[in-house]
């Protein structure tokens, strides 16, 4: 059975930083590429970031840009964003989700989900 489960979220100050872990089971991480995306309240899900299944194309939001790092690491079935610089702006839940192969950035391409973990950046 195929699944991502998210975790590292939580509430954070303006300018701080936290890093989400996707971790992936049922699957070999190797040939799938992995996006984050995140939905705000009263919001449509956005893409954030992707890294490819060769990890050779990644992806940012413009956003996200320069504070943003995807990372993954197969030997451990898990995927990372390092999220710097938080804003409130970036509050929202973060959902991992994967695909075979290659990025895209629209969510309809993406067969498994994970749950969400929220993120809250707020003084």
């Known amino acids: 059975q195929l699944q991502l489960v998210e975790s590292g979220g939580g509430l954070v100050q303006p300018g701080g930083s936290l890093r989400l872990s996707c971790a992936v089971s049922?699957?070999?991480?190797?040939?799938?590429?992995i996006a984050w995306f995140r939905q705000a309240p009263g919001k449509e899900r956005e893409g954030v970031s992707c890294i490819s299944s060769s990890g050779g194309t990644i992806n940012y939001a413009d956003s996200v840009k320069g504070r943003f790092t995807i990372s993954r690491d197969n030997a451990k079935n898990t995927v990372y964003l390092q999220m710097n610089s938080l804003k409130p702006e970036d509050t929202a839940v973060y959902y991992c989700a994967a695909r075979l192969y290659y990025c895209s950035g629209t969510d309809t391409a993406y067969a498994y989900w994970g749950q969400g973990t929220q993120v809250t950046v707020s003084s």
């Open positions: 049922g699957f070999t991480l190797n040939y799938y590429s």
